[in-house]
């Protein structure tokens, strides 16, 4: 099963590419990238730190629930997400199940070295909060960017930017699971399948003559290898989806 910010947007989490997907009239594929922590790490952690409360308030929804229904029934089963939000292990799907391969938008890690710490993604308190090192203010408005407590250099959200390699270890992980067989099913729901090991991905359990499920409102790179198109929101689809998948008994 393959996710995208199409099944966190019912919880009000806007897509990177959608309408909503601005911020400050900015375009988060910019703000996204190394380029633009280095010209303005303010900026960039404003909008992380805005999203990570927006993710704090917001309850997975029926997209979610049915993911981890159907994580339950399956004899194997691995989500590989590119989301950041926490919203898929808030509705019950075990860590073990799933992997994030974008990061984790509560983690927050070093530029630098390779401190990192998890904040209290499920808190209303802004993780690292006490421990915050202000950097001597640019301008009249205060500034504060989280500081490494080891070697002293700039803090950076976990997450995977534009241009970055993937998490090693998370690779390792779904090249595992890939190399273990083909699937039966794979589902892909809510994303625009940008990227090509999201392609492969989707694909290359299915070459054996498993099916491929999309849902998605909107065409994709991946729907013209289908086996069937779900053109509605992921919170509509995914429940009778994983109903009729877990009827069929053939998980
Ligand atoms: P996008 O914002 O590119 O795409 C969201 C997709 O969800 C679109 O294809 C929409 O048609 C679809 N969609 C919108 N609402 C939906 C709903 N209610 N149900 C189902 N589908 C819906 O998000 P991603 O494909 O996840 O990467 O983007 C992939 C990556 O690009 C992100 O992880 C991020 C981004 O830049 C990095 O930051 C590296």
Redesign the pocket.
Same mark, same amino acid.
């Given at each position: 099963m393959i996710? @995208?910010? @199409?099944?966190s947007?019912?919880s009000g989490i806007p !897509? $990177?590419?959608?309408k909503d997907?601005y911020w400050r009239n900015l375009d +988060?594929?910019k703000l996204?990238t190394p380029e633009a922590f280095a010209r303005d790490p303010q900026l960039v952690w404003d909008w992380y730190n805005e999203r990570r409360q927006r993710i704090r308030k917001a309850q997975p929804n029926a /997209?979610h629930e049915a993911i981890a229904r159907l994580a339950q029934h399956a004899d194997e089963f691995l989500l590989v997400t590119?989301?950041?939000d926490d919203l898929h292990a808030r509705a019950g799907l075990p860590k073990e199940k799933s992997v994030q391969i974008?990061g984790d938008i509560f983690v927050t890690r070093c530029s630098h070295c390779d401190f990192s710490e998890k904040g209290r993604g499920g808190s209303p308190e802004p993780p690292m909060r006490g421990r915050l090192r202000s950097i001597a203010p640019t301008s009249a408005k205060e500034v504060s960017i989280p500081r490494c407590p080891q070697c002293a250099e700039l803090m950076r959200p976990g997450?995977?930017? $534009?241009g &970055?390699q993937l998490p090693w270890h998370e690779l390792q992980r779904v090249d595992n699971f890939l190399d273990g067989g083909g699937c039966d099913v794979v589902i892909v729901? @809510? !994303? !625009?399948?940008? $990227?090509g090991y *999201?392609i492969d991905w989707a694909l290359r359990p299915s070459r054996d003559g498993g099916e491929l499920i999309e *849902?998605? +409102? &909107?065409e !994709?790179p991946l729907s013209r290898f289908a086996t069937r198109l779900v053109r509605? +929101?992921?919170?509509i /689809?995914l429940p009778r989806i994983v109903d009729e998948l877990t009827n069929r008994g053939a998980l």
């Open positions: 996710t @995208g910010a @199409g099944v947007a019912e !897509t $990177f590419r959608g997907g +988060p594929a996204a /997209a590119q989301n950041v974008h997450v995977v930017w $534009f &970055e729901a @809510g !994303t !625009t399948a940008t $990227f *999201i *849902i998605n +409102p &909107e !994709t509605e +929101p992921a919170a /689809a």
